[in-house]
């Protein structure tokens, strides 16, 4: 039974340039959560999205950030315009039905490193 | 609003000694607490987690922790570390009805020493 996917691993890119991560959550989820990691730092709730709907975007920056979650295919966090400030790990987390004793289940990460 | 505490950003400990690990939460409504141990880069692994059925929780690895609604405190604790146990720990909360997105700590880092 494999658990959340994340790819790519590491990801480099130029400031200006957009940043796609994707997300694969747990066979059966149907709940997807993105949290950033910045260095040294614990991880921040940035959305929650349902397959087709965006539940909670409450700790999404309000500009260059986006999130879907396709009724086919993985979740997707999209950064336009990358600057420095964005360098971080990004997690993606998946629970089976979005209540407050789920676990979430977390992938590995996408670390995103800005030139 | 919910917001976490870890007393402690670094933790060191000798293998074989009590580990504990301190977490403080603030909750305006029942919460859920768990905690999560992350290796170098790696994801989050949860060790255990409260859901207001016993308030000693067991988790895995040896690990527990005990709610204690009057201290507002989730502490974590093994009885004897092991050098596999070298991590950080992150505590984290979320309300029983509303959103269910996690507010993390800003972790601990557990080093042991030989």
């Known amino acids: 039974n494999a658990g959340v996917m994340q790819n790519p691993r590491h990801l480099v890119r130029r400031r200006g340039q957009e940043a796609r991560l994707r997300c694969s959550p747990m066979k059966g989820h149907s709940h997807v959560y993105w949290y950033r990691q910045l260095p040294e730092e614990g991880l921040k709730f940035m959305v929650y999205?349902?397959?087709?709907?965006?539940i909670d975007e409450s700790g999404m920056p309000k500009e260059r950030f986006s999130a879907e979650f396709p009724k086919e295919g993985p979740s997707i966090l999209r950064i336009q315009q990358v600057v420095r400030g964005d360098s971080a790990a990004y997690f993606c987390?998946?629970?089976?039905w979005g209540q407050g004793t789920d676990t979430q289940y977390f992938g590995p990460g996408t670390r995103l490193t800005v030139l | 609003a919910q917001s976490v505490t870890q007393l402690g950003s670094h933790v060191s400990v000798s293998e074989g000694a009590l580990v504990l690990l301190r977490c403080n939460y603030s909750s305006s409504v029942p919460p859920y607490l768990f905690w999560y141990v992350q290796y170098p880069n790696q994801g989050l692994q949860l060790l255990l987690k409260y859901t207001s059925a016993a308030t000693l929780v067991k988790g895995i690895n040896g690990f527990e922790a005990e709610f204690k609604k009057s201290e507002t405190s989730f502490h974590l604790t093994k009885p004897s570390a092991h050098m596999s146990d070298a991590a950080e720990y992150f505590c984290?909360?979320?309300?029983?009805?509303?959103?269910?997105?996690?507010?993390f700590g800003q972790g601990t880092r557990l080093t042991i020493n030989p």
């Open positions: 999205l349902q397959k087709e709907n965006i």
């Open positions: 984290a909360v979320s309300p029983i009805q509303g959103a269910q997105k996690l507010v």
């Open positions: 987390a998946s629970s089976p």
